[in-house]
């Protein structure tokens, strides 16, 4: 994990909705630091610092140092409240961890290899089911993304989390609630020129 976010934040001695709305006001965001054995606490960002923080894919799945009143700690995003109507940030939520102790975090699936694939050749069109995983991991083992090759993706066939090659230490959450959890990630469907062919 090469990039390193550091979110600078001080605490907020009030909560409740009139506080969160004066915070927002002066052109900060409210949020919440909790977990790791500590009371949660109440904290106040500046906006503009966390918009450019989140438009980095990765910051959602890097451990982050989160300075409240000048001390550091370690956490992740858990949690993003947005304005629907407006390009603002109304929340959010920070969890506290343990780099000696297993998270669980949701990591982007990036997808290679989907037009040269062997259905790609063929005219077919992937199908996205799951944009990102949940894993659970050691923090230090947290990856930034998780690569779904579909150089042997035909058309008709679907890759499942199954398929997916994890690295070293790094498990998928559902998959160890059973078979049943086994959800299809991609699947490579026939385009209506493909059918057309096959028809011919």
Do not use: W
């Not at 975090?105 to 949940?134: M, Q, R, Y």
């Not at 070293?168 to 991609?186: C, F, K, M, R, T």
């Amino acid at each position: 994990m090469s990039n390193v976010f550091e979110f600078v934040a001080e605490s907020r001695g009030q909560s409740g909705k009139s506080a969160a709305r004066r915070s927002r006001r002066k052109g900060n965001v409210p949020a919440v630091i909790y977990g790791g054995h500590l009371d949660p606490q109440m904290i106040v960002l500046n906006h503009n610092e966390i918009i450019k923080h989140l438009s980095h894919e990765a910051v959602y799945s890097h451990i982050l140092d989160v300075t409240v009143d000048g001390k550091t700690e370690k956490a992740i995003l858990k949690g993003v409240q947005r304005n629907p109507a407006r390009f603002q940030i109304l929340h959010l939520d920070f969890l506290r961890i343990n780099m000696a102790e297993f998270v669980k975090v949701h990591v982007p699936l990036h997808f290679i290899n989907e037009s040269t694939s062997i259905g790609g050749k063929k005219g077919g069109i992937a199908a996205h089911s799951l944009v990102d995983v949940e894993v659970s991991c050691l923090p230090s083992a947290l990856p930034e993304y998780i690569e779904v090759n579909m150089a042997n993706l035909d058309v008709g066939a679907s890759l499942h989390l199954s398929d997916l090659v994890m690295p070293v230490g790094v498990e998928i959450v559902a998959l160890s609630q059973g078979p049943d959890h086994d959800l299809p990630v991609v699947s490579m469907m026939a385009s209506r020129a493909t059918k057309e062919e096959g028809a011919a």
